[in-house]
Nanobody
């Protein structure tokens, strides 16, 4: 099982960036997918998550209205479109996968929900 995040880089404040996370070795459509981010010295924080079929999307208040999560269950990829980037968005972004049995309730904003993590991609927003 592997999650490969990509698309990070340097962007000016107000700019846009699209992160991608390609999954392999798992039945992608059975997994809730999430994005988290972490700044050195701070705890990893929830950014966004999307349900197995993409029908439900969850966002941290800090990114709501600016970021959009989506997924392609044919390509096994989850995306995070970042618009209106702010310097405080600077972090390493991680994608994560959580297997969900049928409609079992889960907490998409909790990092403990996720069993599989990607390697992270650095996003730097300059002011």
């Amino acid at each position: 099982v592997q999650l490969q995040a990509s698309g990070g880089g340097l962007v000016q404040a107000g700019g846009s960036l699209r992160l991608s996370c390609a999954a392999s070795g798992l039945a992608f459509s059975n997994y809730v997918m999430g994005w988290f981010r972490q700044v050195p010295g701070k705890e990893r924080e929830f950014v966004s998550a999307i349900s197995k079929n993409g029908g439900n999307r969850y966002y941290a208040d800090s990114v709501k209205g600016r970021f959009t999560i989506s997924r392609d269950n044919f390509k096994n990829i989850v995306y995070l479109q970042m618009n209106g980037a702010k310097p405080e968005d600077t972090a390493v972004y991680y994608c994560a996968a959580a297997f969900q049995v049928l409609a079992t309730p889960i907490a998409p904003e909790s990092e403990y929900t996720y069993s599989t993590w990607g390697q992270g991609t650095q996003v730097t927003v300059s002011s």
